[in-house]
């Protein structure tokens, strides 16, 4: 996939993101996504990360704010990085309880490519400094 397509997909990625377009989102996925979430173990395939979405829908909103996507020039790679603006609106388990909390998170991602579509999704963020933020 050329270099432009890969930025051009990685974007259309988080722009559905920041609208909470799930199916969107979804859409720019491969069926066997991999999805590595934040000090996380790995899940695998669409139901999962559908069930992902679902899970952030219920405990967080966020919006995704100075966007930066970078790519390989075979595109087969890609990298994001971003600040999370968020509001902590439902207890999440195993963490500190929610009382509509703000926070303002730098974070990043790696992303693998395979046939025009998103094959793996890394994401990276500093826990401690959430953790700070929502009064840990």
């Not at 559905?16 to 899940?43: I, K, T």
């Not at 968020?86 to 490519?113: C, H, I, M, N, W």
Request: glycine share 8%.
């Amino acid at each position: 996939m050329p270099q432009d397509e890969t930025l051009a997909l990685v974007r259309r990625y988080y722009g559905a993101f920041n609208r909470a377009d799930w199916p969107g989102m979804l859409a720019c996925l491969a069926e066997d996504v991999a999805h590595d979430a934040n000090q996380g173990g790995r899940s695998t395939g669409k139901p999962a990360f559908s069930r992902f979405l679902a899970h952030m829908e219920r405990c967080y909103r966020e919006e995704l704010r100075d966007v930066v996507v970078m790519a390989s020039a075979d595109g087969s790679r890609a990298a994001a990085e971003f600040v999370v603006h968020g509001r902590y609106l439902s207890t999440d388990e195993g963490l500190p309880e929610a009382k509509g909390q703000t926070y303002v998170l730098p974070a990043g991602a790696f992303l693998e490519v395979n046939e025009g579509r998103i094959a793996r999704v890394t994401t990276y963020y500093n826990l401690q400094n959430w953790l700070r933020q929502v009064g840990a």
